[in-house]
């Protein structure tokens, strides 16, 4: 199953990390833990993010697609677009109305 986010275990350095997550398939740019600091991975190259929490980390991914110019991948799409939402940030994939629907529900709960 596809994932945004992947947690790297036995890896010496960055670069092994890097490594494993390409053997692994990873579906990239994807988020990254090692030795409790996140990254992500882009390519082959390994970036550290300088965030305090999880979110930020996963906002900053969220960047590196658009800056990028990168489609979310089509397993994943709705996650990162409802993610968006939840964060207030500008959706960068097409429009769902099945998703806004459900977004205007879920913050309407809030």
Known sequence: MPSCIC???DADTVEEAVKQLLEQSCIQPVLFTYQGRH?????NTA?????????DA????IQYFFALNVSYPTELWLVYEFVEKVLGMRS?????????????HVLAAN
């Open 7 to 9: 947690d790297v275990q």
């Open 47 to 55: 970036v550290a993010v300088n965030a305090s929490c999880i979110a």
């Open 39 to 43: 990254w992500i991975k882009l390519d």
């Open 58 to 61: 996963f906002k900053l991914l």
């Open 92 to 104: 960068t994939v097409g429009k769902s109305v099945i998703l806004a629907e459900f977004c205007k």
